[in-house]
């Protein structure tokens, strides 16, 4: 069974800077695409950011300029590194995941897979 857990939310001040965390646990064989949305009550989940399994990046124009993926293969983990923030950065940020694990004897399965998500408000 394949977990993500986030980390590194919180209460930051307008300017400041947080570094968000995800990874991905279980009998992993490999792991695709790995991106951040986030959620705001009432609205739309919005998609901040996306990384290939080869490290191509794409970011929604609101992060442009201020936020960076990033991954690290060998601990099945992508990162989000987030300056500049301001109050409308305030959101739930939730990690996404295509992942091929096993799921029997040789046999695979690939699926997406969501983190649990993580507060973060950008408040002074």
């Known amino acids: 069974q394949v977990q993500l857990v986030e980390s590194g939310g919180g209460l930051v001040q307008p300017g400041g800077s947080l570094r968000l965390s995800c990874a991905a646990s279980?009998?992993?064989?490999?792991?695709?695409?790995m991106a951040w949305y986030r959620q705001v009550p009432g609205k739309q989940r919005e998609l901040v950011a996306t990384i290939t399994g080869g490290g191509n990046t794409n970011l929604a124009d609101s992060a442009k300029g201020r936020f960076t993926i990033s991954r690290d293969n060998s601990k099945n983990t992508v990162y989000l590194q987030m300056n500049s923030l301001k109050p409308e950065d305030t959101a739930v940020y939730l990690c996404?995941?295509?992942?091929?694990?096993?799921?029997?004897?040789?046999?695979?399965?690939?699926?997406?897979?969501w983190g649990q998500g993580t507060q973060v408000t950008v408040s002074s």
């Open positions: 996404n995941a295509r992942v091929t694990a096993y799921y029997g004897p040789q046999q695979v399965k690939t699926d997406d897979y």
């Open positions: 279980g009998v992993i064989f490999s792991i695709g695409a």
